[in-house]
């Protein structure tokens, strides 16, 4: 909190006529009742579950020992991540908190790590998951867990940097843990990459199309914000990494709709109004011209494999 409390704070002193990110900070618990630690300290949440509050960034911190009888009790937290999750959250877990994504299955078939002594443990509790225990950082779409703290510190300096920029990013990196920090991508473990390239503008572009894939999009719009004409934006987008901005956003949303398709219960409608679409019959046409097949065969496809024994 104090590390993304310094990066706001930085912004607005060294970037001064910038529009600035506001952020809102709030603890969530089950109940608004104070939580008590094994050390005695109380702590408490500023939001309940019940007030159904949604988010952008979520923080889902250890547990002390073992998390099974914890983790197993409060399905309704699962729930809410389940619903944040669908709703294009980033949710990044630490140690034994990794097994919260674990349970609800948002992991399944996906790159993840937990805390070291329970590795074990987690690779029997949860076999679909793709366990890497050589690394401290995993991502997988919108989905981080973080073996450690120093772990979680450096990834929220990777967060840093998504929302406020490179400069922003080393300055809190450089006050906080400048003495313990390693790379953010050499220790972690990312989905692929594909088409890297050294056009740091383009790369900002992506990364906001990636934020606000469920928005309306209006190109021109994003030109003019990253201050460029439309046909240099498509000039160099397209230079950059082989397809159109169109193309690129549509990879994104259908990405994001296979795996909502794998992990949720939405309607096709619900979907596609989820990743931006409000024409359901344009999203299953869509979705069948890259797949080849429509969302509702996609979706059985997925599940009959995903519970096959």
């Known amino acids: 909190m104090e590390m993304l409390l310094a990066a706001e704070s930085a912004m607005r002193t060294m970037q001064p006529t910038d529009q600035h990110r506001t952020l809102e900070i709030k603890t969530l618990g089950l109940t608004t009742d104070a939580v008590a630690t094994r050390t005695g300290i109380r702590w408490q949440p500023d939001l309940c579950i019940n007030d159904n509050p949604s988010a952008d960034l979520i923080y889902i911190p250890g547990l002390w020992r073992n998390p099974r009888p914890i983790v197993k009790q409060h399905s309704a937290l699962l729930e809410w991540l389940l619903q944040q999750y669908q709703n294009g959250a980033i949710i990044s877990a630490v140690g034994t908190g990794c097994c919260f ?63 406020f920029g490179q400069t922003i990013a080393s300055h809190v990196e450089r006050h906080f843990s400048h003495e313990i920090r390693k790379a953010y991508e050499s220790s972690g473990f990312f989905e692929a990459t594909e088409n890297p390239h050294p056009d740091e503008q383009i790369t900002q572009i992506q990364i906001w199309l990636q934020d606000n894939y469920h928005r309306e999009i209006l190109f021109p719009q994003i030109a003019e914000r990253f201050g460029m004409s439309i046909r240099t934006f498509n000039r160099r987008f397209k230079n950059a990494l082989g397809q159109t901005p169109l193309e690129y956003l549509q990879e994104i949303r259908i990405n994001t709709a296979k795996d909502l398709l794998k992990t949720s219960n939405l309607s096709i409608s619900e979907i596609a109004d989820k990743i931006g679409y409000d024409d359901t019959g344009y999203f299953t046409r869509l979705f069948k011209k890259h797949l080849a097949t429509t969302p509702n065969d996609y979706r059985n496809t997925v599940r009959a494999k995903l519970f096959r024994t």
């Open 101 to 163: 994504l674990a349970e609800a299955g948002l992991l399944d078939g996906k790159a993840a790590t937990t805390h070291w002594h329970y590795f074990d443990q987690f690779q029997k509790d949860y076999p679909q998951i793709q366990l890497k225990r050589q690394y401290f950082i995993t991502q997988a779409g919108n989905l981080y867990c973080a073996a450690s703290v120093n772990s979680l510190a450096d990834l929220t300096v990777h967060f840093i940097q998504r929302y």
